[in-house]
């Protein structure tokens, strides 16, 4: 999303490396208000592990270089936003989960990034991208797109309309939770692919987690459930045959059980007890967003060829089906997991 360049730079006998990134305004219209949440962020971040004893912690976690001004970001004459953060050596990152012990890991590194940003007020941060997991919306929008049907597409997705009809009531089950005050707002990270999460490069354990420009309140099915829809289904959000995608259960299990290390010994009772449900109303959201897309003539989502949007909503419409097939283990499985 962000033109983002590898710099070295020689300090006497020794070569460090720097990421410098320019903002992309297009897709971030508020650029100031995601790099003060972004400074706000690593700075918690940097600190908790500093005070845990980790000597350089630009080592191990997004760390940003400031200006000589002491800012976090360069504006240029023309409007364009500049940032540099440390170069991580010690780590890498996957576009795919390799197999379950990876997995175990991309859970563990949600969980270690949700853990060091507990104590941090979500009050703090910006809403930069405001509705953003608002299931609700993304059902009335979809219903916008079918009555007006723009395209003339409605007619052809007949199997899909009734397949959204008969969910419709999973829609507002997280949100409501959390506008009444029966989930807790936290800090959320709202972007966990599996290429977010970085793993030591040595021992392949999670390490950190990058790309924090999503980051604002929400609740920690947000972050659970959409790693899970993407992470353990290896037949991709394009998979050439929609009947090929399905949750892994080894791949979920090795998710939960890494998130939880991290994470069990600080949620409450009822957000564990919701993070199956929160894999099945993601996967239903993504959904909806392609296929209301679809109907509107593919105005958001960048396409490949005809039709490509209808095809990713029933990848996603198939995996969801995996998931309701599976949700009793799912749930059987969290709840006999430790608690640390």
């Not at 270690?112 to 941090?120: C, G, K, S, T, Y």
């Amino acid at each position: 999303i962000n033109d983002t360049y590898l710099c070295s730079y020689r300090e006497g006998d020794e070569v460090r490396k720097y990421i410098l990134q320019r903002i992309n305004t297009t897709v971030f219209t508020r650029p100031g208000l995601v790099m003060e949440n972004v400074e706000v962020v690593t700075r918690h971040i940097v600190n908790r592990l500093r005070s845990s004893g980790m000597a350089d912690p630009s080592r191990s976690a997004p760390t940003l270089v400031f200006t000589r001004d002491n800012r976090s970001s360069y504006r240029e004459a023309s409007g364009a936003f500049w940032r540099m953060f440390h170069f991580i050596e010690a780590g890498t990152v996957y576009d795919a989960v390799v197999d379950a012990r990876h997995a175990y890991e991309v859970g563990r590194g949600i969980g270690m990034f949700q853990a060091l940003v507990a104590d941090l007020p979500p009050e703090t941060l910006h809403d930069t991208l405001p509705g953003f997991h608002h299931t609700p919306r993304y059902l009335s929008a979809y219903d916008d797109a079918l009555r007006a049907d723009e395209k003339g597409r409605a007619s052809g997705i007949k199997p899909e309309t009734a397949f959204v009809d008969r969910r419709r009531s999973l829609a507002p089950l997280l949100i409501d939770l959390m506008t009444s005050g029966g989930l807790p707002v936290r800090v959320v990270h709202n972007d966990p692919k599996v290429n977010n999460v970085m793993v030591r490069i040595d021992t392949h354990e999670a390490l950190c987690m990058l790309d924090l420009d999503t980051v604002k309140p929400g609740i920690v099915h947000f972050d659970f459930g959409d790693c899970v829809r993407s992470a353990a289904n290896p037949a991709g959000e394009d998979a050439p045959d929609p009947d090929s995608a399905q949750l892994a259960l080894p791949l979920f299990e090795a998710i939960a059980e890494g998130y939880l290390r991290e994470t069990g010994g600080f949620l409450t009772g009822k957000e564990i007890e919701l993070l199956p449900l929160s894999v099945k109303v993601i996967t239903f959201e993504l959904g909806l967003r392609f296929l209301a897309d679809y109907l509107r003539g593919d105005a958001y989502f960048r396409t490949n060829y005809p039709g490509h949007n209808l095809h990713r909503a029933r990848v996603q419409f198939r995996l969801l089906e995996t998931i309701e097939a599976a949700e009793e283990r799912m749930t059987s499985f969290i709840q006999q997991l430790p608690r640390r």
